[in-house]
Structure formats: C-alpha cells, structure tokens
C-alpha cells in the first residue's frame, strides 16, 4: 500500500504539473515512444540562462571565497566569455569545448559562456592524470579546452595537442581575462535549439574505456526542470498547509563536472533563484562552517559525506538547523547509517536518489519518513518524466519483486555515445530504454532495490571506477604478469579498489614501485589502496578468464580487519 507520504507526493505532483501550470506536462514523440515533457520550458539552456538571470537579476547567485556574483552578474560575464570564444577563438556551433577544473564561479561562467557561444561543454574529469585528460580532449575531438593551471600543466605533460586557453581562480574579472571581450557583440552568438549539442560528460565503461556521454539542449532543460518538481512537490507535501519555501542556498561540495553536480545542484538554481556557495575541496570541518555561516538550507552529496558530518568530533559546534535536506547518490548508505542521520540530524529531511551520466541524473528518489520506512531504497520513479523498469533475459519487464536489468527512459537520456554507434546501440533500446547493467527489483509500490551490478564497475564515494582499466594499468607494467581488480566495502567510501597480482619469472617489485607506477598513469582514487601479490599464477575459470569472485571470497576474509586502518 503507498504510505501516507505517497499519496501527499502523488497528488501534490498532479497539481503541479496540470494544464496552465508552469510545469505543465505534454508529450514528445520520439521513436516511435511517446515521452512525457514539460511543455512550457524553454528550448535551450542559453534561454533558460537569459530568463532566470533576469528574473533573479539582483539576487546573489555565486558564493566562493571572497567572490559573490549576481544572477544579473554571473550572466554578463558569460555572455562576455561567449562573444569571446566566438570572436577570438573561433568557435563554432556545436564545437566541443573542454573544461578541466575544479569547482570555482569561474568554472561556471565558462560552462554557461561555451552553451552560449554555441559549443558543446565538454566536462573533463578534474581528478584525472595528465594522459587520462588528453584522451578525453582526444575522444570528444575538442577543437578548443579551457583548462586552469594544474589541469593546463597535466595536457601539457600528456602531450594534448588541442590548443589550451589558461584561466585562473578567484575573480573572474581577472581569472578570465584572456577570454573576456568588453563590447559584447550578442550579434556574433548563434542562435540554438533543443536538439543543438550541449554536453559532454565521460562514464568509465566496463572494458576500461571512457565513453563521451553527449547531450542535447532539450534533455538537460527537462532534467532540470524535474529536479525543480520533485523539490517543490516535496517541500509542499512535508512543509505545514501554507508554508512559503524560504530564499534556497545550497553548499556544492561535489564536483561540477557530474552530472549530480552540474544538474541537480547548480542547474536547478536558476529556475528557483537559489545561492551556491562553492567549496573547492571536500572538508567535512569547512562544510559545516559554511552551513551556519552562510545559512544553507540543501545539502547533496556522495552518502559518505553527510554521514561524515553527522559524525565529526565538532557536530556540536555548529549550527546546521538551516540546512532542512540532506540528499545523497552515487551508492545506497548502509541502514546503520540511515538510522544515524536520524538521530544526529533531527531537523532534516534526508534524501536518497539514483541516476546516471547517461539519464542526466534523473531516475528514482526516496524521500523522509519513505526513506526511513525502506532505507536500502531508491525510492519511486521521479514522475512525470522518469520511467523504469526490471527486464529479464528475455528483454521483457518482470513483474514486482523479481530480479532483473534495471531499464531507465525519459526525454532526458543522453543521445548516445560519441563516435561510438556500438556502444551506442547496446547501451540504448530502440524504445527509448537506456540499459544500465546494474541489477535489481521493484517492489508492489514501485520502489527501486538495486542490489548487484552486471558491469565490472567499482564505485567509490560516487566515482565509478573500472576494473579493467586499473587492470590494464597494473599488467602494462614490465614486472606484471597478471591482476585483478575488485572492489571491497569501505565504512567511508561504500567501497574501494584492492587488486591482486602476481610478478613475472625473474622480477623483483616493491609495492612501492608498482603504486608510482600506478600513480602516474591513473587518477588517485583509482589506486587500489591493498596490493596483494601471489606467488603463483591467479585462480582460472572453466574458461580460461581469472577467478575474480574466488579471490575477493578469499581476500575478503583479511579485509575486515584491514578496512578500518585506511
């Protein structure tokens, strides 16, 4: 039976979304699928931009360090930005534009300034080695990247042969100089529509690839728009009959070049008006300073971060009573911790959300006393636009409680996969499906268990990290014979890498050689943090491939007592 909290979200999100509304829903044929959409949200990103930024022009917009933006700001220095790639650099409609960098406003004004410029952002993973960052610029063909310092000095490194255009943090004014024009010629910017190119963003494959995850205007205008929903629906059915939403700030703690990230933190906020106040680096101490300093009201992050703050030693010295959510992604938290967020922070309403790069984002919610009633969860589809479903080997949805492939379909899946039509078509049902390869079930009101994934994919902390490109990384070194890859569970990161491999005849290997050897080919958090090593050749299977659940059974046992020393 659906719970109280159910049927309040049911109807409250048939109000909201009904004829003459703002966010009233239609439908787009596609496919031979017919999609739901909210009819009345603008075509393109750059117009939801020139809206928003009117409407909420004198609001402050960008908080980070001693930088505070305006809507009305913020969008003119994009807009400056834009008439420079354009005029100066060349850019072209649907160009791809990379962006290497951490969080800062200046990362902001450059992703919305490529949008308006035309191109297409391409989202380089800051975390990234040098060599990884240029094969991303390499696969996603990237006529132009706009890299800060640290990021500019990896490509360099690695080689990148697309041109670099340098920026700093800090003030934009300044940061942004060599891409900055003073007289905005909005003539030179091209005009766009929904299905124009908008982003790129990169997804570890199961073979160890990355695959270029592109976008159109269309499906990331209506995945914001569904975020915008779900929380004004949400805030409606759990605040008192009459409540106004107070002004919204929100603390962005996870990296932009997500999709949790870019979507439903910083593109929501135009369409509410709400403040973002960046954090460059993640730091439990310095996220709860900035909570009761600046008075935010929305938290989201990987679910080993709001438990970090729960607790942290110096909970107690801070104010968190303006933050009233609390919304995690990535992996499901452990019950025990659910329960410890209940007691630590009484306040909040606490979140658990699934989606992926190639569904921007958008998939199920669990939300409140729903969540505490089945915290393993991730809650219902997010209507009106998400559809999901369990398909069996066969390919057909089964029915409530039975395993199967989760299938994911909305207007705001992905177009597909660049250059890459194979991957493309096996990833992508011809009725609109996106296959996930992760493994689950619905129960008889609808919510989504995920329980196993059918890719060799390990996620720590929210980034998904394959197994085969560790692997790759590990045997590519001379003394290697063979290696396998796996992920173990981490009370932190929900799980991590560990690896065991074994040397070749007449080698001899330190494990601190092989980590530097690992460390300059790989990004840090795809490091196995336990490298075992066997004298004798890895376990096989009937076929011939390496026993890999053999060995975590077996390594699993020396993990228990080795987790916690990390």
Request: proline share 5%; with cysteine; glycine share 10%.
């Amino acid at each position: 039976m659906p719970s109280e909290l159910d049927q309040r979200l049911t109807a409250k999100t048939a109000r909201v979304t009904a004829s003459g509304t703002p966010f009233e829903t239609g439908f787009l044929d596609r496919g031979g699928s017919r999609l739901p959409v909210f009819a009345r949200a603008p075509e393109t990103l750059t117009e939801l931009f020139a809206r928003s930024c009117a409407e909420h022009a004198e609001t402050e917009f960008l908080v980070d360090g001693d930088v505070r933006l305006t809507y009305a700001e913020t969008h003119a220095l994009a807009q400056r930005v834009a008439a420079g790639l354009v005029t100066r650099h060349g850019v072209r409609r649907g160009d791809r534009v990379g962006l290497a960098a951490r969080n800062s406003a200046s990362w902001i004004v450059l992703y919305m300034g490529v949008l308006m410029a035309g191109g297409c952002v391409t989202l380089l993973n800051g975390w990234w080695a040098g060599n990884e960052l240029a094969g991303g610029v390499a696969l996603a063909e990237c006529s132009l990247v706009l890299a800060d310092r640290p990021r500019a000095e990896r490509l360099a490194q690695a080689g990148s042969a697309a041109p670099v255009v340098v920026f700093e943090h800090g003030r934009p004014e300044s940061g942004l100089a060599a891409l900055l024009v003073g007289a905005i010629e909005i003539s030179a910017l091209p005009t766009l529509d929904a299905d124009d190119l908008a982003t790129i963003v990169f997804t570890s494959g199961s073979t160890g690839m990355a695959k270029a995850a592109v976008s159109d205007h269309r499906a990331l205008v209506q995945a914001t728009y569904s975020f915008v929903v779900q929380a004004q629906v949400i805030f409606d059915a759990l605040a008192p009959d009459g409540a106004e939403q107070p002004p919204q700030s929100a603390l962005v703690s996870v990296p932009l070049f997500h999709v949790a990230g870019e979507i439903a933190l910083f593109l929501q906020s135009f369409l509410v008006g709400r403040r973002l106040i960046v954090m460059p680096k993640w730091d439990a101490l310095e996220a709860m300073r900035l909570i009761e300093s600046e008075r935010i009201t929305f938290f989201a992050g990987v679910p080993s971060m709001s438990v970090e703050i729960a607790s942290h030693p110096a909970r107690g010295d801070f104010d968190l009573t303006s933050c009233v959510g609390f919304a995690a992604g990535g992996a499901p938290r452990p019950v025990q911790h659910v329960d410890h967020l209940r007691d630590s922070l009484p306040h909040a309403a606490h979140f658990l959300g699934y989606g992926l790069t190639e569904t921007n984002c958008v998939g199920t919610c669990n939300v409140a006393d729903n969540y505490l009633a089945k915290p393993r969860s991730s809650g219902p589809a997010s209507f009106p636009l998400a559809e999901v479903a369990i398909l069996g080997p066969d390919g057909l949805p089964l029915p409530a409680g039975l395993r199967g492939e989760i299938a994911v379909r909305s207007v705001c899946n992905i177009r597909g996969y660049w250059g890459n039509p194979d991957e493309t078509a096996a990833a992508f049902r011809d009725d609109g499906f996106f296959l996930t390869g992760d493994i689950g079930y619905l129960d008889d009101d609808g919510y989504l268990f995920v329980v196993d994934r059918k890719k060799d994919i390990i996620i720590r902390g929210g980034e998904n990290i394959a197994s085969a490109e560790v692997e790759l990384a590990l045997c590519a070194h001379p003394g290697v014979a063979e290696a396998s890859v796996f992920g173990l569970p981490h009370d932190r990161y929900g799980e991590v890498p560990v690896a065991v491999y074994a040397i070749r005849d007449g080698h001899r290997l330190s494990e601190q050689e092989l980590r530097s050897h690992l460390e300059a080919r790989i990004a840090a958090f795809k490091v196995p943090v336990r490298l075992w090593r066997e004298n004798v050749a890895l376990p096989r299977l009937g076929s011939e491939k390496i026993d890999k659940q053999g060995l975590k059974a077996r390594y699993s046992q020396d993990w228990e007592g080795a987790k916690g020393a990390l």
